[in-house]
């Protein structure tokens, strides 16, 4: 399977304590976008690399949260001292941009709980 | 803020019946996506337009994007109990960053 992929699927964690999920890409993408989703609501754009740089940042994304792409390839999303407002779904899409289509593939996601 | 804006939010048919969902911005898109995602997983991507007035059918999924890029709908004709899901549409705009705008979704039930 080529596909977007994420680990962990699920993470419980007490509030307080730090995480990390990592996303691993297509191949081939160039792009790569971290969200965040609560329940029944649509995907929020956290931030974006292109390649290694990490080109935006929303003001979702508070200093706690940190994202890398070291090499251009996977990336790691970072919560410190988490909060039980940061429980949600955390999906990672990727893109080869630009084309035609400039289409964003989603991993399944890692769904934190924070207790 | 660049908006995008779907309706119904909400919508429960019986099996068989036909739908439509819309997804509305002031804004105009270089490209526009249909998602469909299940509970607890990632969304998965549907179809892509991109010229404006074009159609594109997946099935009994017809998908359109309004003439001047701004607004899109997704018709399902005789709906399955297997079409359940929350629906999203997201915009790639013009403004060359590759950023995608989602809709707020529509969360659909097909009652068999």
């Known amino acids: 399977d080529t596909g977007v992929s994420q680990d962990p699927r699920h993470k419980i964690t007490k509030r307080g304590q730090n995480v990390t999920f990592r996303c691993d890409p297509i191949?081939?993408?160039?792009?790569l976008y971290w969200y965040r989703q609560t329940l029944g609501q649509g995907p929020e754009f956290l931030t974006y690399f292109q390649n290694e740089a990490q080109l935006e940042k929303s003001r979702l994304l508070s200093d706690r949260f940190s994202a890398e792409r070291p090499k251009g390839s996977f990336s790691t999303l970072e919560i410190q001292r988490t909060e039980q407002g940061d429980s949600a779904m955390y999906l990672c899409?990727?893109?080869?941009?630009?084309?035609?289509?400039?289409?964003?593939?989603f991993g399944p996601g890692t769904r934190l709980t924070v207790l | 803020t660049q908006l995008l804006e779907q309706s119904p939010q909400f919508l429960s048919i019986q099996e068989g019946e036909n739908l439509t969902v819309y997804c509305n911005s002031s804004s105009v898109f270089s490209s526009l996506q249909w998602y469909r995602q299940e509970p607890g997983e990632g969304p998965v991507l549907l179809v892509t337009v991109v010229t404006g007035g074009e159609v594109k059918k997946l099935k009994r999924l017809t998908f359109q994007f309004g003439d001047a890029r701004k607004d899109s709908s997704l018709h399902i004709t005789a709906a399955q109990p297997g079409d359940t899901g929350l629906y999203l549409c997201a915009g790639v705009f013009t403004s060359g960053t590759y950023k995608y705008i989602f809709g707020t979704g529509t969360r659909l039930k097909v009652l068999a």
């Open positions: 191949s081939e993408h160039n792009r």
């Open positions: 899409a990727s893109s080869l941009v630009p084309t035609d289509f400039n289409e964003q593939f």
